[in-house]
T-cell receptor, first 117, second 114 residues
Framework: GAGVSQSPSNKVTEKGKDVELRCDPISGHTALYWYRQSLGQGLEFLIYFQGNSAPDKSGLPSDRFSAERTGGSVSTLTIQRTQQEDSAVYLC???????????????FGAGTRLSVL | AQSVTQPDIHITVSEGASLELRCNYSYGATPYLFWYVQSPGQGLQLLLKYFSGDTLVQGIKGFEAEFKRSQSSFNLRKPSVHWSDAAEYFCAVGARSGYSTLTFGKGTMLLVSP
């Protein structure tokens, strides 16, 4: 597609439920990133996929968070047993390359606003 | 590891006035530097980026930024602000060695008064 697409745009869930957030990157982009944006906290890196390499999961805040990327394209971020502190906007970004490049230009989706009640 | 500081959480500027948003970074060498803008309900849009060469970088929407190595700064400027510039602005830094993601500052919210 023309840009990074994320769905749903809004998600309201009850504490303890699992949620799945979807990201469809720009066609041909090999790198995909997930960030979390909490009020007043800026953007927090969560996870990074580059091609067929093992993902960099160093930013995942707990083992309740996981992500996968199927076929080098669409990615799903899963949060299990959601907690109120998980409420945030989850942003997905993609870039043409992620390793030893001349510049990390990320293209962002509009995000999924997650509210945990 | 790199870090970014945006010292101003909010800034209010009159329409037509000049703007400067501050960004300071911490990194052991010359990093890649970026400014992104986020309008309400939207994702982040790249305004400009610095990789190497001329330290004054021109971006979209009339914005520019200057990389000052001695001050570890990459401040964003615009000579005349328009009401449509009201948004949140994020400075980001990326490492040059190995792969990395971008590290973002906490953002500066720009309010434009009539």
């Amino acid at each position: 597609g023309a840009g990074v697409s994320q769905s749903p745009s809004n998600k309201v869930t009850e504490k303890g439920k699992d949620v799945e957030l979807r990201c469809d990157p720009i066609s041909g982009h090999t790198a995909l990133y997930w960030y979390r944006q909490s009020l007043g906290q800026g953007l927090e890196f969560l996870i990074y996929f580059q091609g067929n390499s093992a993902p960099d999961k160093s930013g995942l805040p707990s083992d309740r968070f996981s992500a996968e990327r199927t076929g080098g394209s669409v990615s799903t971020l899963t949060i299990q047993r959601t907690q109120q502190e998980d409420s945030a906007v989850y942003l997905c970004a993609s870039s043409l390359e992620g390793v030893f490049i001349q510049g990390l230009t990320l293209y962002f989706g509009a995000g999924t606003r997650l509210s945990v009640l | 590891a790199q870090s970014v500081t945006q010292p101003d959480i909010h800034i209010t500027v009159s329409e037509g006035a000049s703007l400067e948003l501050r960004c300071n970074y911490s990194y052991g060498a010359t990093p890649y530097l970026f400014w992104y803008v986020q309008s309400p309900g939207q994702g982040l849009q790249l305004l400009l980026k610095y990789f190497s060469g001329d330290t004054l970088v021109q971006g979209i929407k009339g914005f520019e930024a200057e990389f000052k190595r001695s001050q570890s700064s990459f401040n964003l400027r615009k000579p005349s602000v328009h009401w449509s510039d009201a948004a949140e602005y994020f400075c980001a830094v990326g490492a040059r060695s190995g792969y990395s993601t971008l590290t973002f500052g906490k953002g500066t919210m720009l309010l434009v008064s009539p």
